[in-house]
């Protein structure tokens, strides 16, 4: 069964700084990798996605990475932002199940 | 505006009662899906549906039913079998896996909290 991991589970970075969530599964036949953004008490807001194919995918400061065959994706926000601080959850489809890791919580303080 | 409308937000109920999570989405998605967040973790999946009138388990479907009679609507049964209710429930749609070769995203739905006492 697939299972996805997230390091750290929780971050609190000055705002400005350059910051790197990373995201690991243990299946690499995946067939695409989804960010999603949670806050508090809501649902969930899809960041990007990348195809199984695909090695990056950027989205205004936003960038991730994928390395299907050693199983690890990598969530970059540049510059950050209070409004940044939120969880960000990455999520693996095995075709017609996605599996979710736990999340990092992140706090950007003014 | 297209999005998946998830009702009530907040519900509570007490322990023995079964208790009904309506979700409704107008993106024409084929497949539509539900799942069970508990705090400090990811998202569980309960059950899933591809097409009307078929749905399948996911990894907690005990204690949960499912109806799927319209493609818009997939509501979510908490029975009272279900030893541990209270949890933020999701709703997520998509277009059929199977149509796209398994590569397609998924939507959510703004999530009913759930307590039970």
């Known amino acids: 069964k697939q299972e996805v991991t997230q390091i750290p589970a929780a971050l609190s970075v000055p705002e400005g700084e350059n910051l790197v969530l990373n995201c690991s599964f243990t299946?690499?036949?995946?067939?695409?990798l989804q960010w999603f953004r949670q806050d508090p008490g809501k649902g969930l807001t899809s960041l990007l996605l990348i195809q199984s194919s695909q090695r990056e995918q950027t989205s205004g400061r936003l960038n991730a990475s994928l390395d299907k065959s050693s199983g690890r994706s990598t969530l970059y926000i540049a510059a950050s932002q209070p409004g940044d601080s939120a969880t960000y959850l990455c999520?693996?489809?095995?075709?017609?199940?996605?599996?979710f890791g736990s999340g990092t919580k992140l706090n950007v303080k003014p | 505006d297209g999005g998946i409308t998830q009702s009530p937000k907040y519900l509570f109920r007490k322990e023995g009662q079964n208790v009904t999570l309506s979700c409704e989405q107008n993106l024409n998605h084929d497949a539509m899906y539900w799942y069970r967040q508990d705090p400090g973790q990811g998202l569980r999946l309960i059950y899933y549906s591809q097409i009307v009138n078929d749905f399948q388990k996911g990894d907690i479907a005990e204690g949960y039913s499912v109806s799927r009679e319209k493609k818009e609507s997939f509501p979510l049964t908490v029975t009272s079998a279900q030893k541990n209710p209270t949890a933020f429930y999701l709703c997520?749609?998509?277009?059929?896996?199977?149509?796209?070769?398994?590569?397609?995203?998924?939507?959510f739905g703004p999530g009913t909290r759930l307590t039970v006492t």
């Open positions: 299946d690499s036949a995946i067939y695409n």
């Open positions: 999520a693996v489809n095995n075709f017609n199940k996605f599996y």
């Open positions: 997520a749609s998509s277009i059929d896996p199977v149509k796209t070769g398994g590569d397609y995203e998924q939507y």
